[in-house]
Nanobody
Framework: QVQFVESGGGLVQPGGSPRLSCEAS????????MGWYRQAPGKQRELVAR????????NYADSVKGRFIISRDNAKNTVYLQMNSLKPEDTAVYYC?????????????WGQGTQVTVSS
């Protein structure tokens, strides 16, 4: 079972630009398409960004397109989410996971996530 450890969240003012990190405990990280998900209070978890195994292809949910950038460092088994121009509606717990389909996560067990709260 792969484990994911997310970090980088916190209390951020509207318009802020934190960068989230997620390190995976696997030596086959480089073969996975990776994704960042988020879950806001009272809402279902949703995929907001994904990146191909080599990093050459990325996709974003409409709600974050143009503001978030996903990237990865396969040598460090780490995927990143650069968040820009944050809005209060971006407040959520953010998780990463490998993907087994365009939107479905590969693993049922999630990391602890990292809380991002956008508020002045």
């Amino acid at each position: 079972q792969v484990q994911f450890v997310e970090s980088g969240g916190g209390l951020v003012q509207p318009g802020g630009s934190p960068r989230l990190s997620c390190e995976a405990s696997t030596n086959v990280f480089s073969i996975y398409t990776m994704g960042w998900y988020r879950q806001a209070p009272g809402k279902q978890r949703e995929l907001v960004a994904r990146i191909s195994s080599g990093g050459g292809s990325t996709n974003y949910a409409d709600s974050v397109k143009g503001r978030f950038i996903i990237s990865r460092d396969n040598a460090k088994n780490t995927v990143y989410l650069q968040m820009n121009s944050l809005k209060p509606e971006d407040t959520a717990v953010y998780y990463c996971n490998a993907l087994r389909s365009p939107v479905a996560p590969m693993y049922d067990v999630w990391g602890q996530g990292t809380q991002v709260t956008v508020s002045s």
